[in-house]
Each structure stands twice: as C-alpha cells, then as structure tokens.
C-alpha cells in the first residue's frame, strides 16, 4: 500500500508521555505539525511542567492529563477528557511502560504494559472506526524485542511484551483495517537509552542469574540505541507503516518492517499446528 501517513492536523494521545522516550514522541510530533497532544502520565508534577514549557513553544497545543495506566476508571476518565478537549483522537500511542520482575511489582507491570494498553487500544477502535461514523485513525502499540527474543531475567516483562505483539498482529487483519479504518501498528523497541534501563538488578526475577545479563551490557554497550535514533525509526513507522505491521528500531539503525519476516516464521509454526495433510485440518 503506497501511502504516506500524515502527522499535520491529528490529533494525539501518548501515555506515560511525560519523560523518556514518550516525551520525545510528544516533541517530535508537535514539531512535525500535529494539531494537538495530551500528555498522560501517572507523574502528575512532571507533566504538568512538561506541558506548560511545551505550550510556550507550540501554542498552547500539549495538555496533560493525570492517568495510571493500571487503573481502568482512570483510563475511562482521561479518555474522556482528552475527547472533551480535542473533540477528535486520531493518533494513539501506547507508549506506558514497567521493566520490574521484583516480586512486589510484576503484577503491577503486567497491568500497566499489557491489560492497559488494551483498554486504549479497545476505546480507541469504538471512537475511530468509520463502520461506526468515525473518522479512522492510528493506534501504535509499544513491543520489544523482548517478545522476539527470550531475556531469561525478565521473563514477565518478555511475556507482557509478547502479549501486545500478539495482540496487535491478531488484531490487525486486513478485513479489520477495511471495515474500520483504523491502522495498527506495532513497534518492537531494542534496549534504548533511557531510565527503564536503570538500575536494573533489583528488577529482575532473580539477581543471582543477573550477572551475566549486567556483564553482557557493560561489555556491548552499542547494544543500547539513542532516543534520536528510536524516534526516527518511529516517526518512520508511522508515516510509511502499513496496516498491521510490525517494525524494529535497535542498535541505532533505520527503522524495519519486520513484518514479512513474522509472517513467515508463524507459518511455520502454522503447518506444524495445523498440517495440510490431517483431513480435520485441511485447508
């Protein structure tokens, strides 16, 4: 599908938009001539100052809105207010995100990265879908390449990952896209250079297998891409993407679709489940 997506115009919704990589995407959207951001975060001071400062610069075009992730009432509440605000969402970004295995708050990142990136993915198709007399639109969930790839001391995180890619590739047949007029979209992010990465032995499942994962990143530490570099490759995704694709953006190179490359993999795995050659499977 030759088609350029545009960002003049749209409106954006970003969570845990107020620092790292989220408050990049926040800027580099606004600088690319989007007609409006809201800002949700769970840091209530930071976005609020994050804002303001924006607003000096873009006219008054970012918001914030408080929002944990995790909490579906507080979901409910800030889409709404982000609707009352802006009228129309056309962009949503899924962009909150825990790396913690610790054993106080793997249930919690499981909620945040995974069961509320649903909730907004979920919302978002009923406001878009042009079957039901909305105006279409983008909604970009945030993977890794965690859930390409095992990570043997974060293997919650990993799960929670490949759960969205899975989600999102389930999702995002092309009959869907047909009928609603939403695009979905997949980023699979490799280590990038942000404070998720920080201090991360107490984060894992079990610090006694830690030590190599810590060893492997002090000895290779190109293995984490610059911010620039993952949101180029996401600004990338979002204007060349197509329907249902999933991109890679790792070790400071140019964005990839990758979807071709997961499509043949679970084929696969396909003829495997379900072999042409059992009567009960049969194509």
Known sequence: MAQE????????????????????????????????VAILDINEKRGKEFAAKLS?????????????????????????????????????????????????????????????????????????????????GTIINISSTAALTRVDILPTYCGSKAAVLHFSRSLSSQEFYDNTGVRILTLCLGPTATPLLDNIEPKTIDQKFSKSFLAYTTAYPYSNQ??????????????????????????????????????????????????????AYAK
């Not at 003049?8 to 989220?22: C, D, P």
Request: one cysteine or more; proline letters at 2%; glycine letters at 8%.
């Open 5 to 36: 997506w545009q960002v003049e115009g749209k409106n954006f919704l970003i969570t845990g938009g107020a620092s790292g990589l989220g408050a990049a995407y926040v800027e580099a959207f606004l600088k690319l001539g989007a007609e409006n």
């Open 56 to 136: 000096e610069t873009y006219e008054s075009k970012a918001i914030f809105i408080k929002c944990d992730v995790s909490n579906e009432e507080e979901i409910k509440n800030s889409f709404e207010q982000v609707l009352t605000a802006f009228k129309r969402i056309d962009v949503i970004i899924n962009n909150a995100g825990v790396m913690d295995d610790s054993i106080d708050v793997w249930r919690l990142s499981c909620d945040i990265n995974w069961q509320g990136l649903v909730s907004f993915t979920r919302k978002g198709i009923e406001h878009m879908r042009k079957d039901k007399d909305g105006s279409g």
């Open 226 to 279: 610059s911010i620039e570099s993952a949101v180029t490759a996401f600004v990338k995704m979002f204007r060349e993407g197509n329907p249902g694709s999933v991109w890679l953006a790792a070790r400071d190179r140019t964005g990839q679709d990758i979807t071709s490359v997961l499509d043949e993999a679970e084929n696969v795995v396909k003829n495997i489940v379900f072999p042409s050659d059992v009567p």
